[in-house]
């Protein structure tokens, strides 16, 4: 506390030392300006899965790994790259038993293998889900829209967002009676992320039939800006 009441000290002292200081600072009008951009997603990325079980743990490996090797044969032969398919995890555990008066024991085990995989066709997107789900994926993970180019749309909600400062700037100046002056400092805080994977429970792709009807919607692209205009003498 000492050291904040000094420096408050001296800043006044300074500030009394110069008298027309403070005058001869102008003045000026920060404003802060958001943009907002609406596309269409072109892609989505989908995070789904092979569980199996076991009565040890080699042979829950095995059948996980000849299940998952049907489904990434499967997403290869409807069109979608080696690049767009990333293996998300991948673990093995005991399924342990519990036992009435009995420590509890190992029952079997269980493997897991999770990946991302990037559709960048969604009207095959039902399609996909419903092929993979036949070939062995029994885990559903998540589901998010995306662009695949999302440089013009983010550009398009910066532009925007400097427009909605300079329009702003310009209704307070006008309502203060002032002229608005030169463009002294701006900044970027950022454009607000995509929509993140769709909240919903895990699911089982067992339960799949025929393709599944999906949605795409709307993406809401965000930037926000700082922007500090001079007011004109």
Known sequence: MRHVIATI??????????????????GRISVSGEGRVEAVPDMATVRL????????????????????????????????????????????SPRWENRSNAPARIAGFVAQNR??????????????????????????????????EPGPVQDAARRAAVADA????ALYAEAAGVELGRLLSLGDVGAGPQPGPMPMARAEMAMVSDAVPMAA??????AQVLMVFEIAE
């Open 9 to 26: 000290v001296i800043v006044l002292g300074l500030g009394w030392g110069l008298p027309g200081h403070a005058q001869d600072l102008p």
């Open 49 to 92: 899965g092979v569980t199996t079980q076991a009565p040890g743990a080699r042979e829950a490996i095995d059948d996980n790994s000849r299940a998952m090797a049907a489904v990434l044969d499967r997403l290869a032969g409807l069109g979608v790259a080696e690049r767009d398919i990333q293996t998300q995890g991948f673990s093995v």
């Open 115 to 148: 990946v991302a995989i990037r559709v960048r066709d969604l009207d095959a997107l039902g399609g996909i889900l419903d092929a993979v789900a036949r070939d062995g994926a029994n885990s559903f993970d998540g589901l998010s829209f995306g662009l695949q």
């Open 166 to 169: 300079r329009a702003r700037a």
């Open 217 to 222: 919607g709307e993406l809401s692209i965000t």
